[in-house]
């Protein structure tokens, strides 16, 4: 079952174009995705232009995985790197805790199926699926937390260590390391789920994953790993040394000519906000600067160069010079990690999600002023996963998608209006009419005996209708209680396919299923998860 993205809320309009109106932002990005006539086309030219350091960039890979035992696909994927004719299906995502919510799945298994599929299609090529550790990202309570629905049928987040304030998340997540606080919550987890068969493996797999003095870059590695390797996908991190020395020249030009940068950015989304919205906010420098204690936003500052919120100062010439000599200390923000990422790999396509769409539509000028072919953004797989039980309550109530993707109350009030014979509102809205011309016409009679009087009507009204209010709030709480069992069936759906309000993917983590119905579920996603369609689909357990 499929769903336009349009019928769901929450979607903003330079992505729902994007689908299915290209013409409307076309301006904003160089291809359209459905254009496959282009394809060999921008292939081609995506080769030509990747040549250089094939071979180094094979070997960094390959001494990443050196103390990694992966499958004979993932080996076969790195060698063919040194390959002119092979291209790379990208994806990426922060590192969160247990792999974040469940889309960064559906992203990775949209990266190995497109792969594939290309791969099948056009005999010339030979495609691989690259996954790109975000791990310089520093926003520690973003990939801190899980959420899922604990055994009482209720949404609950599940959190590592506590929230901090923003001055003091400075670190790159890569390298925080897990300390005693993960065996609680490990605790809080255990505690959650529901006694199941896969429960005791499940756990013991996690916790050997994460565990104290593990890196959050080190699990996230060892958990996709596990479940993604047979299909050949390759984990690239960019934060070793090796890959900071490529990437100097990246860092130089962006601090040497961030003025011009700036002036294009700022240009293309000032016309984007026009009639969309700017995703991500313009710096003056695109890049972060590493100390001991954090991860800190370069700002010009008259003729020099400073951290913000640090006190600390760099001429051009001290900080181009450190770009040379550690370039391990710099980093990209959102908008030039994609240059970085696409001047290192061979990338034909990336896999994004709405978001990074729609931050797409800014980073174009980037590409012309490096001189790079950008690639294709190709949307993610987007899924529903549709439990037998919550699907018999959705049919039980002739329930429909996407009734089901509105606010909670709102489905529950429209659930109890179709099983009363007696609609609430139609009862109460015509006595209300109904007193309303008694009181019109009471009005005119008293005006002929006194004028105060009947002007103190309308008091009267005014305070009958409050009553009448409080009697119709105290008949919809009689309603709610004589369907109790419904409202419970109603929230079991929200919070199953539409948790927090929002879509399954963006909410619950991989935990809430894997739990309940082993590695079979990873693999029938697999099977069944649509990389061609271009809407939300519902797979049905």
Not at 92 to 121: C, H, N, V
Request: proline share 4%; aromatic share 14%; with cysteine.
């Amino acid at each position: 079952m499929f769903i336009n993205f349009s019928d769901i809320p929450s979607h903003q309009n330079l992505f729902l174009d994007y689908l299915y109106e290209f013409g409307n932002v076309k301006d904003f990005y160089k291809y359209n995705f459905r254009n496959r006539e282009e394809y060999l086309k921008i292939f081609k030219e995506i080769a030509e232009s990747r040549k250089k350091n094939r071979s180094q960039i094979a070997e960094i890979i390959q001494n990443q995985y050196k103390d990694i035992n992966h499958s004979q696909k993932t080996s076969e994927n790195i060698d063919s790197l040194k390959s002119d004719k092979t291209l790379a299906v990208v994806t990426g995502q922060q590192l969160g805790i247990m792999g974040g919510p469940l889309y960064t799945f559906y992203k990775i298994i949209t990266a190995i199926k497109l792969a594939d599929s290309l791969s099948e299609r056009y005999d010339e090529y030979k495609f691989v699926p690259i996954f790109w550790l975000e791990s310089d990202d520093h926003d520690f309570n973003e990939v801190r937390s899980i959420k899922l629905v604990n055994e009482g049928n209720e949404l609950v987040k599940i959190s590592y260590g506590d929230e901090t304030e923003e001055e003091d998340s400075r670190l790159s997540v890569g390298y925080i390391k897990f300390d005693e606080k993960i065996n609680l919550f490990f605790d809080e987890l255990d505690k959650a789920l529901r006694d199941t068969e896969f429960k005791g493996d499940l756990l013991g797999k996690l916790k050997s994953f994460y565990a104290v003095d593990k890196t959050f870059k080190t699990s996230f590695i060892e958990l996709i790993h596990w479940l993604f390797d047979e299909y050949g996908l390759i984990i690239f991190d960019p934060q070793s040394p090796e890959v900071k020395q490529k990437l100097k020249p990246i860092f130089k030009k962006e601090i040497t000519d961030f003025r011009q940068h700036t002036e294009r950015l700022v240009k293309v989304s000032a016309t984007l906000e026009e009639t969309y919205h700017a995703q991500v906010k313009v710096q003056p420098v695109n890049l972060f600067f590493s100390t001991d204690d954090g991860r800190y936003a370069i700002e010009p500052v008259e003729n020099e160069f400073r951290l913000k919120r640090k006190r600390r100062k760099f001429t051009f010439d001290e900080l181009t010079g450190l770009v040379e000599t550690e370039p391990e200390r710099f980093s990209a923000n959102v908008l030039l990690r994609p240059i970085c990422q696409d001047f290192l790999l061979p990338t034909a396509f990336y896999i994004g999600g709405p978001s990074e769409i729609s931050y797409f539509a800014q980073v174009t000028p980037l590409y012309e002023i490096y001189g790079m072919t950008p690639p294709i953004i190709y949307p993610r797989s987007s899924v529903t996963i549709l439990e037998k039980n919550i699907n018999s309550i959705i049919e039980k109530y002739n329930l429909n998608f996407p009734q089901v993707f509105s606010d909670p109350e709102e489905l529950k009030t429209r659930v109890i209006v179709s099983l009363s014979k007696i609609s609430l509102d139609d009862l109460f809205n015509n006595s209300i009419n109904q007193m309303e011309l008694i009181f019109d016409k009471l009005k005119e009679e008293l005006f002929e005996f006194d004028k105060t009087i009947s002007d103190a009507s309308t008091k009267y009204k005014q305070k009958i209708y409050h009553d009448m209010e409080v009697l119709k709030s105290k008949a919809l709480d009689a309603q709610k209680k004589k369907h109790e069992v419904t409202l419970r069936q109603i929230d079991k759906i929200s919070q199953s396919v539409f948790p927090y309000s929002d879509l399954q993917e963006r909410e619950l983590n991989f935990i809430h299923f894997f739990n309940k119905y082993g590695s079979e579920i990873l693999k029938k996603i697999f099977e069944e998860l649509a990389v061609n369609k271009f809407e939300h689909q519902i797979i049905k357990l």
